[in-house]
């Protein structure tokens, strides 16, 4: 039987659902047409956030930000970067916590940046700080190899 995951449209926040096997198949939203894989960070808000975390199928990396962050602006292209990395494996969001400080106090963000990997709606791990590419890969990584 085919196993079917939860994708959440970065363009018009539809909860799309399609066969895993299709993730390799450039997969468009129902409702959109756009692609569900841009190869670039999802800019979120405190609601669709939270549609992302409960309706993702594959793990998802957030980066809690703020513009004024002299850090979060060093690690932006580092993350769009890995954005283009991770392909279809893995959801990347990022959330302003200035425009979203609810949503900042919601997910205990003590500290910008703050990367933090879901799976299933349940948090896996986080780090503080701007981190390299290969840093970030390698973290990322053993996060998602730790719960296997």
């Not at 910008?112 to 503080?128: F, G, K, N, Q, W």
């Amino acid at each position: 039987m085919t196993q079917k995951i939860r994708l959440v449209c970065g363009d018009c926040n539809t909860v799309n659902q399609l066969p895993a096997e299709r993730l390799d198949d450039r997969p468009i939203c129902a409702q959109c047409k756009q692609s569900l894989f841009s190869g670039k960070p999802i800019v979120v808000n405190a609601e669709s956030l939270t549609r992302h975390l409960k309706h993702s199928g594959i793990p998802v990396l957030v980066d809690f930000w703020a513009p004024w962050c002299g850090p979060c602006q060093q690690f932006a292209p580092i993350f769009n970067e890995f954005a283009t990395l991770a392909g279809n494996q893995l959801r990347l969001l990022k959330l302003d916590t200035q425009a979203n400080q609810q949503a900042a106090i919601d997910f205990n963000i003590r500290s910008i940046p703050t990367l933090a990997i879901y799976r299933d709606d349940v948090e896996l791990a986080r780090t503080s700080g701007a981190l390299p590419l290969a840093q970030l890969q390698q973290w990322v990584i053993q996060q998602l190899s730790a719960e296997t």
